[in-house]
């Protein structure tokens, strides 16, 4: 079975400061990666995907994130973070179910905190 | 492209009575996804449509849960007998055909069953 680990509930950063908000994932065959994040009162927006090829995804709002095969992660970085960031995110892998379909299975969510 | 609604936006109800949620998806987007919320976890899912047929369904949707999408553009789903458990954010979701798609995810429904 698939699974996404986001091994910290929350992330506190100065703005201007690089970030990290950290995934791993287990799955069998190839993973296809998912990044979302969810501001208060509003849907989960996506972010950026990996489904082949370099391993550094570009995305949204100067988000990054690097696809590592060996150590099984997806963290989603940001070289330098704005106070509007703050919110909840989502990592998630899909991979394909027992009727044929490919699921998305999510983490349980990072809140990133960026401090002014 | 007007994004992905839903309504209604919450829904009190009391327990054993029954609910439904519609969600209606990009409009040109042929799979449609339910997911389940609830505070402190991630979405859940709960069952996946292509066109009108519904493809997926999660184990966490008992019998008391059903999901229609007729002519496979809006689609709703049905609580029975909620129950306090089923307390939660209904997210739908809505995606072009790919294995690599993209999930755009409507605003929810907050179900309060008291």
Redesign the interface.
Known sequence: AQSVAQPEDQVNVAEGNPLTVKCTYSVSGNPYLFWYVQYPNRGLQFLLKYITGDNLVKGSYGFEAEFNKSQTSFHLKKPSALVSDSALYFCAVRALASGGSYIPTFGRGTSLIVHP | DTG?SQDPRHKITKRGQNVTFRCDPISEHNRL?WYRQTL??????LT?FQNEAQ??KSRLLSDRFSAERPKGSFSTLEIQRTEQGDSAMY?C?SSSEG??D???????TRLTVL
């Open positions: 992905v996804y402190g976890q991630g979405p859940e899912f996946y493809l997926e997210l979701a294995v690599t993209t999930q755009y995810f409507g605003p929810g």
